[in-house]
């Protein structure tokens, strides 16, 4: 019944932003954790950020931290990713992902998973 649907990914240059969305459904959103994972070509996933069911705490991976931002509007059921000062390393399949339970920030395991969005920073 859940389903995360991620948008706003495409094709940038070094230094400028991309906002990436992803709205929810069949989830009780208001008690989920969010966070925003990517994939490189011949990477593996990793997380890039986390948010909180309250918006507070937020965590993030220390190759984005100041570069990125997590929020949420839950009456949107939305999670959105602001991405700033973009860099051709960012670039990757970006997915939302889910959880609920207890807060473990980026070590969580997430259970819900978007399809993602395209990211590509050219240099």
């Known amino acids: 019944h859940v389903q995360l649907v991620e948008s706003g990914g495409g094709l940038v240059q070094a230094g400028g932003s991309l906002r990436l969305s992803c709205e929810a459904s069949?989830?009780?959103?208001?008690?989920?954790?969010m966070a925003w994972f990517r994939q490189a070509p011949g990477k593996e996933r990793e997380i890039v950020a986390a948010?909180?069911?309250?918006?507070?705490?937020?965590v993030y991976a220390d190759s984005v931290k100041g570069r990125f931002t997590i929020s949420r509007d839950n009456a949107k059921s939305t999670v959105y990713l602001q991405m700033n000062n973009l860099k051709p390393e960012d670039t990757a399949d970006y997915y939302c992902?889910?959880?609920?339970?207890?807060?473990?920030?980026?070590?969580?395991?997430?259970?819900?998973w978007g399809q993602g969005t395209q990211v590509t920073v050219s240099s």
């Open positions: 992902a889910a959880k609920y339970g207890v807060w473990q920030g980026l070590s969580g395991k997430y259970s819900y």
């Open positions: 069949g989830l009780t959103f208001s008690v989920a954790a």
């Open positions: 948010i909180h069911r309250l918006n507070n705490p937020t």
